[in-house]
C-alpha cells in the first residue's frame, strides 16, 4: 500500500476509534517541526473535509537548542500559512521556569512548560483535544522508562490514545485546565512518518538532542533500544505486545474497582475517606487503583503516586496504629480508627462550596461557581460506565425537565438507585458515610422529577439505563 494511503488511513481509523462527540471537531495539533509532527500536520489537514475537523497548530520554543529552536518554530510558522491554518507560537525559557519551581530534571520542566502552554491554549481556542504525535516508538521508550522507575501494572500500558492532561500543580494552585490528550499515531512507527515525509515533499527538522544521552530518554533511545535490539531484533514489538496485554488486565481490574470504590470510598470538600474495614477485604491489585483514584481525585485529577507511595499506604492501612504521611502536592494521608483520609494539607485544592440555584443545559456546557458542567447525547453503542465519580450516563427521557444545580434544603428527598423506594436526603448522607460538615456542599443535580444524580454519589432509579432506553445522556460535572 502506498505510504500515504497507509498513513492516512491509520490516522483516520484513530480519529474513528477516538469517538470524539463534537461536530465539528476541532483540534489543537502539537508541532515541533520534527517529521513525527509534520507528518501528524499534513496527514490531518489532507483529513481535515473527510473527517470535519479544524485544526489549530501550536508550537513552543524552549530555548534549549539556541538558534536551532528558533528555526524550528519559523519553519512550523511557514508550513502553518502555507496549509492556510492558524497557528500560536510561544517562547519560554525552561530553565528560568526550571530554576524559579527547583525542578532537578530538566526534561519534566520541559514537559510542564509545554503541557502548561498547550492546555491553557486549547481552552482559549476552544478546542476539543490536544493532538500529540507520539508513534510506537515513543511507546516502547514510555514503557521502557516506567519499568526502570519500578511502575506497576499501569505504567506499562504506556500511553493511551485518549487520556486526560490534568493540571501542572505549581506555585500554590493547579493551573492548567483539565483537557484531553489525542495520541493517533501510536500504532505508526517512526519510519513511516519519515517515509510520508519524504514521499510528498514535506519539509522537517532535526532535533540534534534526539542523538543525546543526557536525559533518560535519550539513554533509552540510543542505547537500550539498539542493547535490546541485539537479544531480539523486534524488541520494539515485543514491548508493545507486553503493553496490550497490561492493558487487558488493567481494564478488568478497573470494572472490578469501580464496584469497590462504591463500597469503600466516600467524597467530601477537600479530599476522599476510605472504609478501612471494606477496603482491607480488597485484593492487593484493587487496594493500589483505588488508592491512586483516591490521590487524584484529592488532587483534582494530578497522578503523581509512585508504586512504593501506594504499597507503603497498603502497609499503613493494615496496621492498627494511626499514622499520617504527607504525600507529593500538599496531600496528606491520615489513618486513624476505621477511617482514613486523603486531603489537601495546603489548602490549595480549590473549594467546591457554591450557593444559590443554577440551571444547566441538557445536552450543553453550563458553568457556575467553581464548577463546569459537560452533557452530551450518546450512542447506546458507545455506552461505557467511567470510574470518574463526577461523570454519570442516565437515561434522557426520565430525566425530566428544567434541571438545575444547588446544595440540599430541608425536606429534601432521594430515590437512589438500587433502592426500592424515595428515602430523606439525609438519610442517604448518614447511610453513605458522608462526612456531617460536609453535606451542605454536595451538588444536587434537579430537574421537575425531582433529585436525579447527588453528585459524586449515586443517581436516582429514575434515570437508570435499562433495556427500554432509547436515548442517553452523558453528564460530567469538572471543577474550574
Given at each position: 500500500?502506498?505510504?500515504?494511503r497507509?498513513f492516512?488511513?491509520?490516522l483516520?481509523?484513530a480519529?474513528?476509534?477516538?469517538s470524539?462527540?463534537?461536530?465539528?471537531?476541532?483540534?489543537?495539533?502539537?508541532?515541533?517541526?520534527?517529521p513525527d509532527?509534520m507528518?501528524l500536520?499534513?496527514?490531518?489537514?489532507?483529513?481535515?473535509?473527510?473527517s470535519?475537523?479544524?485544526?489549530?497548530?501550536a508550537n513552543?520554543?524552549?530555548?534549549?537548542?539556541g538558534?536551532?529552536?528558533?528555526?524550528?518554530?519559523?519553519?512550523?510558522h511557514?508550513?502553518?500559512?502555507?496549509?492556510?491554518?492558524?497557528?500560536?507560537?510561544k517562547?519560554?525559557?525552561?530553565?528560568?521556569?526550571q530554576k524559579r519551581?527547583?525542578i532537578?530534571?530538566?526534561?519534566?520542566a520541559?514537559?510542564?512548560?509545554r503541557?502548561?502552554?498547550?492546555?491553557?491554549?486549547?481552552?482559549?481556542?476552544?478546542c476539543d483535544?490536544i493532538v500529540?504525535?507520539?508513534?510506537a516508538?515513543d511507546q516502547?521508550e514510555?514503557i521502557?522508562?516506567?519499568?526502570?522507575?519500578?511502575s506497576?501494572?499501569q505504567?506499562?500500558?504506556?500511553?493511551?490514545?485518549l487520556?486526560?492532561w490534568?493540571g501542572?500543580?505549581?506555585?500554590?494552585?493547579?493551573?492548567?485546565?483539565?483537557?484531553t490528550?489525542?495520541?493517533p499515531?501510536?500504532?505508526?512507527r517512526k519510519?513511516?512518518?519519515?517515509?510520508y515525509c519524504t514521499?510528498?515533499?514535506i519539509?522537517?527538522?532535526?532535533?540534534?538532542?534526539?542523538?543525546?544521552?543526557?536525559?533518560?530518554?535519550?539513554?533509552?533511545?540510543?542505547?537500550?533500544?539498539?542493547?535490546?535490539?541485539?537479544?531480539?531484533?523486534?524488541?520494539?514489538?515485543?514491548?508493545?505486545?507486553v503493553?496490550?496485554?497490561?492493558?487487558?488486565?488493567?481494564?478488568y481490574?478497573?470494572?472490578?474497582?469501580?464496584?469497590?470504590?462504591?463500597?469503600s470510598?466516600?467524597m467530601?470538600?477537600?479530599?476522599?475517606?476510605?472504609?478501612?474495614?471494606?477496603?482491607?477485604?480488597?485484593h492487593p491489585a484493587?487496594?493500589v487503583i483505588?488508592?491512586?483514584?483516591?490521590?487524584a481525585e484529592?488532587?483534582?485529577g494530578i497522578?503523581a503516586?509512585s508504586?512504593?507511595q501506594?504499597?507503603t499506604?497498603?502497609?499503613?492501612?493494615?496496621?492498627?496504629?494511626?499514622?499520617?504521611?504527607?504525600?507529593?502536592f500538599?496531600i496528606?494521608?491520615k489513618?486513624?480508627?476505621?477511617?482514613a483520609?486523603?486531603?489537601?494539607?495546603?489548602?490549595?485544592?480549590?473549594?467546591?462550596?457554591?450557593?444559590?440555584e443554577h440551571?444547566?443545559?441538557?445536552?450543553?456546557?453550563?458553568?457556575?461557581p467553581?464548577?463546569?458542567?459537560?452533557?452530551?447525547?450518546i450512542?447506546?453503542?458507545a455506552?461505557?460506565?467511567?470510574?470518574?465519580?463526577h461523570?454519570i450516563?442516565?437515561?434522557?427521557?426520565r430525566?425530566?425537565?428544567?434541571?438545575?444545580?444547588?446544595?440540599?434544603?430541608?425536606?429534601?428527598?432521594?430515590?437512589p438507585?438500587?433502592?426500592p423506594?424515595e428515602?430523606?436526603?439525609?438519610?442517604?448522607f448518614?447511610?453513605s458515610k458522608?462526612p456531617?460538615?460536609?453535606?451542605?456542599?454536595?451538588p444536587?443535580l434537579?430537574?421537575d422529577?425531582?433529585i436525579?444524580?447527588?453528585?459524586?454519589?449515586r443517581?436516582?432509579?429514575?434515570?437508570?439505563?435499562?433495556?427500554?432506553?432509547?436515548?442517553?445522556i452523558?453528564i460530567?460535572f469538572?471543577?474550574t
Amino acid at each position: 500500500m502506498p505510504i500515504q494511503r497507509y498513513f492516512e488511513s491509520a490516522l483516520n481509523q484513530a480519529l474513528i476509534d477516538a469517538s470524539f462527540s463534537s461536530s465539528p471537531l476541532r483540534l489543537l495539533v502539537a508541532v515541533s517541526g520534527g517529521p513525527d509532527s509534520m507528518a501528524l500536520l499534513h496527514g490531518l489537514v489532507n483529513l481535515r473535509y473527510k473527517s470535519g475537523i479544524s485544526i489549530h497548530v501550536a508550537n513552543l520554543n524552549h530555548e534549549l537548542r539556541g538558534k536551532d529552536s528558533d528555526s524550528d518554530s519559523q519553519l512550523v510558522h511557514d508550513i502553518s500559512a502555507q496549509l492556510k491554518v492558524s497557528c500560536t507560537i510561544k517562547t519560554q525559557s525552561v530553565a528560568t521556569y526550571q530554576k524559579r519551581f527547583k525542578i532537578s530534571s530538566t526534561e519534566l520542566a520541559a514537559r510542564e512548560i509545554r503541557y502548561h502552554f498547550l492546555a491553557n491554549l486549547a481552552t482559549q481556542q476552544r478546542c476539543d483535544a490536544i493532538v500529540l504525535g507520539h508513534t510506537a516508538d515513543d511507546q516502547a521508550e514510555t514503557i521502557l522508562m516506567n519499568l526502570i522507575r519500578g511502575s506497576g501494572l499501569q505504567g506499562l500500558t504506556g500511553m493511551a490514545l485518549l487520556s486526560k492532561w490534568s493540571g501542572t500543580y505549581r506555585d500554590g494552585h493547579l493551573k492548567d485546565p483539565q483537557t484531553t490528550l489525542f495520541r493517533p499515531l501510536l500504532t505508526m512507527r517512526k519510519s513511516d512518518t519519515l517515509a510520508y515525509c519524504t514521499n510528498l515533499n514535506i519539509p522537517f527538522r532535526k532535533d540534534s538532542s534526539n542523538a543525546s544521552s543526557t536525559f533518560t530518554r535519550g539513554r533509552i533511545r540510543n542505547d537500550l533500544l539498539p542493547n535490546l535490539r541485539n537479544y531480539n531484533p523486534q524488541a520494539v514489538d515485543a514491548i508493545l505486545r507486553v503493553s496490550r496485554s497490561a492493558q487487558i488486565a488493567l481494564e478488568y481490574l478497573e470494572r472490578e474497582a469501580d464496584v469497590a470504590w462504591g463500597q469503600s470510598v466516600t467524597m467530601f470538600k477537600n479530599g476522599v475517606a476510605i472504609d478501612i474495614s471494606q477496603f482491607n477485604n480488597l485484593h492487593p491489585a484493587l487496594m493500589v487503583i483505588l488508592l491512586r483514584r483516591a490521590y487524584a481525585e484529592a488532587t483534582g485529577g494530578i497522578q503523581a503516586l509512585s508504586e512504593t507511595q501506594l504499597l507503603t499506604m497498603i502497609q499503613l492501612l493494615g496496621k492498627n496504629s494511626v499514622s499520617n504521611i504527607d504525600l507529593p502536592f500538599g496531600i496528606s494521608f491520615k489513618k486513624e480508627g476505621t477511617q482514613a483520609t486523603l486531603t489537601d494539607s495546603t489548602e490549595n485544592i480549590p473549594s467546591r462550596m457554591f450557593s444559590g440555584e443554577h440551571k444547566i443545559m441538557v445536552p450543553g456546557v453550563s458553568f457556575f461557581p467553581h464548577w463546569r458542567v459537560t452533557s452530551t447525547v450518546i450512542e447506546r453503542s458507545a455506552l461505557q460506565m467511567s470510574p470518574n465519580s463526577h461523570e454519570i450516563v442516565v437515561d434522557a427521557h426520565r430525566l425530566g425537565d428544567n434541571p438545575v444545580v444547588r446544595t440540599r434544603r430541608g425536606g429534601d428527598k432521594f430515590w437512589p438507585m438500587g433502592m426500592p423506594k424515595e428515602i430523606k436526603l439525609n438519610r442517604f448522607f448518614i447511610n453513605s458515610k458522608i462526612p456531617r460538615i460536609y453535606r451542605s456542599e454536595v451538588p444536587l443535580l434537579i430537574t421537575d422529577m425531582g433529585i436525579q444524580w447527588v453528585v459524586g454519589h449515586r443517581i436516582s432509579d429514575r434515570v437508570k439505563i435499562t433495556s427500554q432506553t432509547s436515548k442517553i445522556i452523558k453528564i460530567k460535572f469538572s471543577l474550574t
